[in-house]
């Protein structure tokens, strides 16, 4: 059986190609979903793709992560600079987790340059546009190839 890796997506990227594609492009959720979908297919690996406006539904998500999947890849959207309740939800269920940003928010205004979902994450990738999902799985892939391999005693 391949192993499960979540795929969260936070608020309003339900509109990701749709609307401000000077910022965030022509692509939409959809094809992202699709080009993840590639990318898990050639790493071995199952996804679940999933996008919610709400910030208690990605809490809940990710709980659910802890029995039913290997990982996470996450793009928490606005909540990544507000939520102490998504930091203190993946620090409680110890997985992986790649935090990826379509934009370089670095780049932009000043209130995204702090990210609370960060200092939890094993890796972060921005400005990298759609493409930085499949960068994000392909670094998950590894870590939990990695963890596999190593035997508990
Ligand atoms: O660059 C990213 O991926 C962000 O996580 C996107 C968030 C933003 O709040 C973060 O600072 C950086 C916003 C997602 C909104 O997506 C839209 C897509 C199309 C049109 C409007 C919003």
């Given at each position: 059986?391949?192993d499960?890796?979540?795929?969260?997506?936070?608020?309003?990227?339900?509109?990701?190609?749709?609307?401000?594609?000077?910022?965030y492009?022509?692509?939409?959720?959809?094809?992202?979903?699709?080009?993840?979908?590639?990318?898990a297919?050639?790493?071995?690996?199952?996804?679940?793709?999933?996008?919610?406006?709400?910030e208690?539904v990605?809490v809940?998500?990710?709980?659910?992560a802890?029995?039913?999947?290997?990982?996470?890849?996450?793009?928490?959207?606005?909540?990544?600079?507000?939520?102490?309740?998504?930091?203190?939800?993946?620090?409680?269920?110890?997985?992986?987790l790649?935090?990826?940003?379509?934009?370089n928010?670095?780049?932009?205004?000043?209130?995204?340059?702090?990210?609370?979902v960060?200092?939890?994450?094993?890796?972060?990738l921005?400005?990298?546009g759609?493409?930085?999902y499949?960068?994000?799985?392909?670094?998950?892939?590894?870590i939990?190839?990695?963890r596999?391999?190593?035997?508990?005693?």
């Amino acid at each position: 059986m391949p192993d499960t890796v979540f795929v969260l997506n936070g608020p309003n990227l339900n509109l990701l190609g749709l609307r401000e594609p000077a910022i965030y492009g022509s692509t939409t959720l959809a094809d992202v979903e699709a080009m993840v979908g590639a990318a898990a297919t050639r790493l071995g690996l199952a996804v679940d793709f999933r996008q919610t406006n709400h910030e208690g539904v990605l809490v809940d998500w990710i709980h659910e992560a802890r029995t039913a999947a290997a990982g996470i890849v996450i793009n928490p959207g606005a909540y990544t600079h507000t939520s102490i309740a998504l930091h203190d939800a993946i620090k409680a269920v110890g997985l992986p987790l790649i935090e990826v940003h379509i934009s370089n928010i670095f780049a932009r205004e000043s209130f995204r340059h702090h990210s609370y979902v960060s200092p939890v994450a094993a890796g972060v990738l921005c400005g990298f546009g759609p493409h930085g999902y499949v960068l994000g799985l392909e670094a998950l892939a590894r870590i939990v190839a990695t963890r596999n391999a190593t035997p508990t005693s």
